[in-house]
């Protein structure tokens, strides 16, 4: 592994197109369980064992989903 791919793995903020990215996938998932607001958020903040990182979203309700065969 390369000294710019070991320091990337140990940031303390993540780029915004890269908060971008991730929100957009999420949402992705999130909406096949919930039906979502606009406006998802994401926090994230170092702590002693890594990152706490928390998603905030408004649900209007929640989908039901079925099972796989």
């Given at each position: 592994?390369?000294?710019?791919?070991?320091?990337?793995?140990?940031?303390?903020?993540?780029?915004?197109?890269?908060?971008?990215?991730?929100?957009?996938?999420?949402?992705?998932?999130?909406?096949?369980?919930?039906?979502?607001?606009e406006g998802t958020s994401l926090e994230v903040t170092r702590s002693d064992e890594g990152f706490i990182v928390c998603i905030i979203f408004s649900a209007r309700r929640i989908k039901s989903v079925k099972r796989p065969l």
């Open positions: 592994m390369n000294a710019a791919r070991l320091l990337s793995l140990d940031r303390e903020d993540m780029t915004d197109l890269e908060r971008q990215l991730f929100l957009a996938d999420f949402n992705r998932v999130a909406n096949e369980y919930f039906e979502c607001g």
